[in-house]
């Protein structure tokens, strides 16, 4: 984050291994320990989206009523997790969240460049965040992943003026959707606060075709693409 604004990252993919379209790609930011990794691509990326996400987070506040971090639990699709799990687990089964520390140290990590998804501001001002705390992978009866790790902010916020945060990837590599039921909950919130979720407006018809164009030419739709589809939470109390 900048200047106010966040910072979009480069252009990535997702590759197996470490070559795309026959060139070795370095500078590798490994985003498992299976073989998927996320790539700096000299060349074009694939078409946006790559991974997908349901996600649903809790807002915590401290005893003085103040807000202290956010806590992310986000859900893969079936194709990133079949990677993940790919290797783990005995006699068919799950893999344990002991088997998948690795993989969860090395995602919570490879997310520091990007701001870990996260947006939160006060008015103009954006806030900033600590290195996540209590981060764990985990997988259901089906083998489908979830990351969860708290995101704790560097100084506590008074909820008393409008708290707005959002979750969303700015080259819209990955799309971060929150859960239709319960998408954000407040955990120790003083008594009065209100919250909201406010969906993005839908996409003019210049980014409709960006975003088309995207699955035919391979190109990323433009950057910062993806603050356009997502949702914001405003939140304040007395």
Not at 44 to 49: I, Q, T
Not at 148 to 155: A, D, G, S, V
């Amino acid at each position: 984050m900048t200047g106010g604004r966040i910072v979009a990252p480069r252009v990535w993919t997702t590759v197996l291994g470490s070559t795309v379209l026959g060139t070795t790609v370095l500078g590798t930011t490994v985003l498992g320990t299976t073989g998927l990794v996320l790539a700096g691509l000299s060349a074009p990326a694939l078409a946006h989206p790559h991974v997908w996400v349901a996600a649903r987070e809790e807002i915590l506040f401290d005893p003085q009523g103040e807000i202290t971090a956010i806590r992310h639990i986000w859900t893969f699709d079936e194709m990133y997790s079949a990677f993940a799990v790919q290797g783990l687990g005995k006699d068919g089964k799950p893999p344990t969240r002991e088997e998948m520390a690795p993989l969860a140290k090395t995602n919570v990590e490879s997310l520091a460049e990007f701001q870990y998804f996260t947006a939160a501001k006060t008015g103009p001002k954006y806030h900033e965040f600590g290195e996540p705390t209590d981060y764990w992978l985990e997988t259901d009866a089906n083998k489908i992943v979830t990351l969860r790790f708290t995101l704790p902010l560097k100084n506590p916020v008074s909820a008393r003026k409008p708290f707005t945060f959002m979750v969303y990837d700015p080259t819209y590599f990955v799309d971060i959707e929150l859960e239709k039921q319960d998408p954000v909950v407040l955990k120790n919130a003083p008594s009065g606060c209100s919250m909201s979720t406010i969906k993005p407006e839908p996409l003019t018809g210049s980014d409709q075709s960006k975003l088309s164009e995207s699955y035919l030419s391979g190109l990323a739709p433009g950057q910062d693409f993806g603050i356009k589809l997502a949702t914001r939470t405003l939140l304040a109390c007395p």
